[in-house]
């Protein structure tokens, strides 16, 4: 038996997965304010596949630009300063 199953296309803001972190149970990408300045922002994620991951909330990053590489190092750095 075969069945075709018609899939909806469906719009969505997709980014590198290297540019999601995951800290503390929840989902983060990094906001550049300025060349090094960042700010570390929550997202809601949806499917990812292929190196990409879907934001779910895509609204609230509508116009800014997100760091694409490097969140977990940005993470670090963030942790390592709050610790001194």
Known sequence: ??????I???KALAIPEESVVTFEGKHYVFEV???NSFRMT???I???GDGWIEIVNENQLSGK???QK???TLLMAL???AED
């Open 8 to 10: 909806p296309e469906i």
């Open 65 to 67: 630009k997100i760091a």
């Open 1 to 6: 038996m075969n069945a075709e199953v018609p």
């Open 70 to 72: 490097g969140a977990y």
């Open 79 to 81: 942790k390592n300063k």
């Open 42 to 44: 929550a997202v809601e």
């Open 46 to 48: 949806g499917s990812s």
């Open 33 to 35: 304010l300025e060349k």
